[in-house]
Structure formats: structure tokens, C-alpha cells
T-cell receptor, first 111, second 114 residues
Framework: QKEVEQNSGPLSVPEGAIASLNCTYS??????FFWYRQYSGKSPELIMS????GDKEDGRFTAQLNKASQYVSLLIRDSQPSDSATYLC???????????FGAGTTVTVRA | GAGVSQSPRYKVAKRGQDVALRCDPI?????LFWYQQALGQGPEFLTY????????KSGLPSDRFFAERPEGSVSTLKIQRTQQEDSAVYLC????????????FGQGTRLTVV
């Protein structure tokens, strides 16, 4: 079992809709959670970080964390064509230095 | 600089050749990471530095891979006797504090071994 699992997609949503991305992780003691956006041929760009249970909103993005279910999600409201990218979920545990990444979910926003 | 800078952006190496990839992290950032990303996959951890100390090199795939950060700033990832399976994008990231904080990535070096 991989440490971090994501649906690979592609996830296709119409412009203006909500895109919902899911991520599960295997290590129960994980404490830091990040969402990165990666455009094709570019490097990952940090868009959200979340450390405690509940919701965290930043503009059109909302991250949701449920440590009991070992689940973190990202909602993109009012999706725009510029949101078309691969979204990477990354997780860090207290006694580990590295970020463990999922394989990413590819999102396509159709006009 | 304003962000993490990596060079070269692209490198083509003949099989068996040695390569050196450079990373210039955000000024003042304590932590520096190297990751390897294959096409269609998420980044895979290679190694971690806290200042000049290499605290974790568990992700380096073989003893052909070597990384250093001698003065706690610029880092170099060296691959000796490159093989075709080394072809990937090599990403460097830095973060302000020790691990568990937000990490920012450079543009990466795309290595192609022919």
C-alpha cells in the first residue's frame, strides 16, 4: 500500500463548477498536509497547507482534513480553465523529514 | 534570489557519463530537499539537508548518487556513470525551518540519458 493515495483522474469539470479532489494516507501519525499544483512541464507549486482537523479556506480553495479517517481533500470553487493541472497531495510525519507525495490527480476544466 | 533556482534546466548525458545538478535555495532557508519525478508520478524523495548536514539520504537509489551542501546554501546532486533509468526530472525544494514546514520547489532539471 502506498503511503499517499489519490485518484489519478482525469477529473473533468465544467467551468464554474466545484472540483473535489481526495487523498488518503496510511501513517496515522502524519501531521502536516499540503496540496501542490503542477502544470504540465512545470514544477510543483504550493497552494494549500493544513495541520489540524477541519476546513481551511484560501480564496477559491478549501482544504479539509479528517485525521480520524486519514483523509484530506481539496475543493476548488468556481473552477477556471487556468485551474487545469495535476494536483499533488503531500504528507509529512513528525519523525520524518521528507514529504510523501501521491501520484497526483489531473483536473481538466472545460469552458 | 526570489525563488529556488536550479541549473541546468535540461541535461542530455550519454550512458556512463557523470552529471552534476545544482540547486540554489531561497536565501536563509534551513532545509533543502532533492526529489526525483518520473513522468506521470509524484515526486520521490532522494535526500534532505538541514543547513550543511545531510540528515537523510535514504531515498538515493544507488551509490552512484551523491549530494552535498558544503556551506549550508547551494547544493549539488551528482550522478556517476549515468544509466537510462536515471532519466527523470530532478527537483530541489527548500523550506525556511526544519522539516514539516512549507517547502518551495525549483523549476527542476530534466535529465535524459541516451
Amino acid at each position: 500500500q502506498k503511503e499517499v493515495e489519490q485518484n489519478s483522474g482525469p477529473l473533468s469539470v465544467p467551468e464554474g463548477a466545484i472540483a473535489s479532489l481526495n487523498c488518503t494516507y496510511s501513517d496515522r501519525v502524519s501531521q502536516s498536509f499540503f496540496w501542490y499544483r503542477q502544470y504540465s512541464g512545470k514544477s510543483p507549486e504550493l497552494i494549500m497547507s493544513i495541520y489540524s482537523n477541519g476546513d481551511k479556506e484560501d480564496g477559491r480553495f478549501t482544504a479539509q482534513l479528517n485525521k480520524a479517517s486519514q483523509y484530506v481533500s481539496l475543493l476548488i470553487r468556481d473552477s477556471q480553465p487556468s485551474d487545469s493541472a495535476t494536483y499533488l497531495c503531500a504528507v509529512n510525519t513528525p519523525n520524518d523529514y521528507k514529504l510523501s507525495f501521491g501520484a497526483g490527480t489531473t483536473v481538466t476544466v472545460r469552458a | 534570489g526570489a525563488g529556488v533556482s536550479q541549473s541546468p534546466r535540461y541535461k542530455v548525458a550519454k550512458r556512463g557519463q557523470d552529471v552534476a545538478l545544482r540547486c540554489d535555495p531561497i536565501s536563509g532557508h534551513v532545509s533543502l530537499f532533492w526529489y526525483q519525478q518520473a513522468l506521470g508520478q509524484g515526486p520521490e524523495f532522494l535526500t534532505y539537508f538541514q543547513n550543511e548536514a545531510q540528515l537523510d539520504k535514504s531515498g538515493l537509489p544507488s551509490d552512484r548518487f551523491f549530494a552535498e551542501r558544503p556551506e549550508g546554501s547551494v547544493s549539488t546532486l551528482k550522478i556517476q556513470r549515468t544509466q537510462q533509468e536515471d532519466s527523470a526530472v530532478y527537483l530541489c525544494a527548500s523550506s525556511l525551518m526544519e522539516a514539516n514546514t512549507e517547502a518551495f520547489f525549483g523549476q527542476g532539471t530534466r535529465l535524459t540519458v541516451v
